[in-house]
């Protein structure tokens, strides 16, 4: 399966990293967010990890930058490090990752829905909805919206 379009359930800390790294890959992402409140917590996020990018591309691109302790394999490889092309990779990703409010249309055409959400905002969002437990939320998630696309989760219990 080509995966091009992907999901993620929440934009707290978590969430907004995964989300931030995916578009920065150059994948379609959409953040789902349960309400104009989550949205409020979730754009200063992506704004922090905008000035977090740019920092450490810059700092990759002088000789201190350029030793382990500093490189940071996700944003580039060392041999093909190109400082504009990373700062132009981060203003797209910055500038593509879509925030939606409705779950059937954030997942109407993802490839790859990761849920990144804590477990009480699950069960308190789509219990309503499902009148099922947190902890299945995305198996039901998939089983309705979903035939061809990928699910994973971060539940820890």
């Known amino acids: 399966m080509d995966i091009k379009n992907v ?26 967010l349960r309400s104009e409140a989550s949205i409020g917590r979730t754009q200063p996020k992506l704004d922090n990890l905008k000035k977090v990018y740019i920092d450490t591309i810059n700092l990759m691109a002088t000789k201190e930058g350029q030793t382990p302790q500093n490189w940071a394999n996700g944003i580039a490889d060392f041999e093909t490090f190109d400082k504009d092309k990373c700062l132009t990779q981060v203003e797209s990703a910055y500038n593509g990752i879509k925030l939606e409010l409705d779950m059937k249309k954030a997942v109407a055409d993802s490839d790859l829905v990761i849920e990144s959400m804590a477990e009480h905002a699950i069960a308190v969002k789509i219990c309503k909805i499902y009148r099922k437990s947190g902890k299945i939320f995305i198996f039901a998630l998939c089983k309705l919206y979903m035939e061809k696309q990928y699910c994973g989760n971060n539940v820890a219990t």
Not at 8 to 30: D, E, M
């Open 7 to 32: 999901v993620v359930a929440g934009g707290g800390v978590l969430g907004s990293q995964i989300a931030f790294q995916a578009a920065y890959c150059g994948f379609n992402v959409t953040i789902w």
